[in-house]
């Protein structure tokens, strides 16, 4: 998860991720951050996150990737 936070602070080093919870509805992460964060992702964990799990649900907050990533790593 830390790996996961840092590549978060990257994108917005502003952002406090371990406590927010509305990144996606709040418009904090666009279109062109969830693509470096699934690029990075890929990267870091060897994980490839497939079309049908980008949605707004499992990207607002990193708990919520954190949770997709660990659910993928299983698969």
Do not use: R
């Amino acid at each position: 998860m830390e790996a996961l936070l840092n590549i978060l602070s990257e994108l917005h080093p502003d952002m406090d991720f371990e406590t927010a919870q509305n990144l996606i509805d709040d418009q904090i992460l666009d279109s062109f951050d969830i693509v470096t964060l699934v690029a990075e992702i890929d990267s870091e964990y060897d994980v490839a996150i497939p079309a049908e799990e980008l949605i707004p649900e499992n990207f607002n907050s990193a708990q919520a990737i954190w949770a997709l990533i660990e659910k993928l790593m299983d698969e």
